[in-house]
């Protein structure tokens, strides 16, 4: 049966990197991170993409026949009430209707067509991207299970509530009890309005009737989502999405933003347990919390760090069963060493006192410095830190206090 993966991604350094079923983008800010998702959003979902910056090129699978599509997705175009061909979609960011319209017959027309376009990546981006990927922005990212209108014909879906909806109870009630694991409220989608579909927010809905007019007096009473902080909303938006759309392609940007440390890690996991072989995730991140959470459930990833120094990228595939040593080692992970992934640089010091004093003075020096000052907590360890960064492509230095010279041999060892 085929199935929709991206196979192939091409950075503009000429690096090749065969994404699995879950890859993180790492680095430092303004280092590429966003506009890598970016460039593949659009080489994957439009007739004419922009020239990518960080990401050159992408391939993907393409399928043997137009039947081999049929089969897999949901691709058929209808006849509308003005007799044309449409095929309508949530458009990739998740926020509005995506719909392409075809004067001619269908299938007979496109089933004569339908070998150029197997071979032309523009055309099949054209047709079908838009169905196979769907990209979360942090800009989009509070809109998606906002108050929206129910769907008015039988094939429409241009809200994520409208797809929550179709999905069905057990997609619902599969959110519901991970919303709860995380912030101890339930989520209920309300569609008792009928012209309206929301989220409702409470202690528990367990005891509300299955019949939309007797629950509707009793729903009101419950806030809505919508009036809630961004973090739940951001939560509950990126999970809906994993769980009730069909796509084997997620790209999402910064899935810890609006969400605190404890949330962050719990979305990590989620987004864990989420990739699998039916579904690719592809993700950037700013958060030690969130890598820890994915790190914590498993090592099947792909770890892409990203630096930028002037307008040079510079790129690094880390080794997640070593980070996850890492997170897992006391005195590393007690010691923030994981953060200075997300620095263009790092300064390893001997002491908490140490690293609050050379941090001041660099700041004198020049304020817009953006160093991580790690504490190794003893002179021994700070070698070995050193070590742990170079392996993993990250700038950085030592400073260790003047008596070490009264040692040779452990001198020696910080060179």
């Not at 960011?93 to 990546?121: C, G, I, R």
Request: glycine share 4%; aromatic share 10%.
């Amino acid at each position: 049966m085929y199935a929709y993966k991206l196979n192939r991604i091409i950075f503009n350094n000429g690096l090749e990197l065969q994404p699995g079923n879950l890859t993180v983008i790492i680095g430092p800010n303004n280092a590429g991170k966003s506009r890598a998702l970016k460039d593949i959003a659009w080489k994957t979902t439009q007739k004419k993409p922009l020239q990518g910056i960080v990401v050159t090129d992408v391939e993907w699978t393409s399928p043997a026949t137009l039947q081999e599509i049929r089969d897999t997705y949901n691709v058929e175009r209808y006849r509308d009430e003005n007799g044309n061909w449409m095929f309508r979609t949530l458009a990739p960011e998740l926020d509005q209707e995506h719909s392409t319209v075809f004067n001619a017959e269908w299938p007979s027309w496109y089933e004569q067509t339908f070998p150029s376009v197997l071979t032309n990546k523009d055309k099949f981006a054209q047709y079908f991207g838009s169905a196979m990927v769907a990209f979360l922005t942090t800009e989009h990212r509070l809109r998606l299970v906002k108050q929206s209108v129910s769907a008015n014909h039988e094939r429409e879906e241009a809200n994520l509530l409208q797809v929550l909806y179709n999905a069905g109870r057990d997609v619902e009630s599969h959110i519901q009890k991970l919303v709860k694991r995380a912030f101890g409220k339930e989520i209920k989608l309300d569609f008792t309005g009928l012209q309206r579909l929301l989220l409702r927010v409470g202690d528990s809905f367990s005891t509300i009737p299955q019949d939309p007019r007797d629950a509707k007096p009793i729903l009101r009473k419950y806030d809505k989502l919508d009036e809630q902080g961004d973090g739940i909303r951001s939560f509950v938006g990126i999970l809906t999405a994993l769980l009730a759309i069909k796509r084997n392609v997620f790209l999402i940007d910064e899935p810890e933003a609006f969400l605190h440390p404890p949330q962050a890690f719990r979305i990590g996991e989620l987004i864990a347990e989420e990739a699998n072989s039916s579904r690719q995730i592809i993700l950037a991140t700013h958060s030690t919390d969130l890598l820890r959470g994915i790190l914590s459930k498993t090592t099947d990833v792909t770890i892409l760090r990203i630096a930028r120094q002037n307008q040079t990228n510079s790129f690094h595939i880390l080794d997640p069963n070593h980070l996850q040593k890492l997170v897992n080692d006391p005195l590393l992970s007690s010691a923030r060493v994981l953060d200075g992934l997300f620095y263009p640089g790092v300064v390893v010091v001997e002491a908490d006192s140490d690293a609050r004093f050379y941090h001041t003075a660099s700041n004198k020096l020049k304020n817009d410095i953006d160093f991580h000052f790690v504490k190794a907590d003893n002179k021994q360890t700070v070698s070995r830190i050193i070590q742990t960064y170079q392996h993993m492509g990250v700038s950085c230095a030592g400073i260790v206090d003047f008596d070490v010279l009264n040692d040779r041999a452990e001198f020696e060892k910080h060179f």
